[in-house]
């Protein structure tokens, strides 16, 4: 069984910083990929950020691109997501999934496994 768990989350201002960090653990394919996504309230899950293993650069949706930086982990199956200059419109809880795949897509529903979310708030 696979299991997501992400950290990390809380209460920043606008223009801060927070640091989420996503543990894979369970049987996994060397080929795979780890990604973020985020839901605001009342909107639909947006992309936000991925990465494949044990090699490829890094995949970022529209409203992470300059601002997020995603990176493999020092523990294995991890990844960070560094979130600089955050704006109030990145409140949001964010999840953390994986395939056995090292192909990223931005659709959900590629996914198979994810964690249970962190909650990002972003104050004015």
């Known amino acids: 069984q696979v299991i997501v768990e992400e950290s990390g989350g809380g209460v920043v201002q606008a223009g801060g910083s927070l640091r989420l960090s996503c543990l894979v653990s369970?049987?996994?394919?060397?080929?795979?990929?780890i990604v973020w996504f985020r839901q605001a309230p009342q909107k639909d899950f947006e992309f936000v950020a991925g990465i494949t293993s044990p090699s490829g650069g890094p995949v970022y949706g529209n409203s992470a691109k300059g601002r997020f930086t995603i990176s493999r982990g020092t523990e294995k199956k991890s990844v960070v997501l560094q979130m600089t200059n955050l704006k109030p419109d990145d409140t949001a809880v964010y999840y953390c999934a994986h395939t056995n795949d090292y192909r990223i897509r931005e659709a959900r529903s590629w996914y198979d496994n994810w964690g249970q979310g962190t909650r990002v708030t972003v104050s004015p």
């Open positions: 369970g049987p996994t394919a060397s080929g795979r990929s």
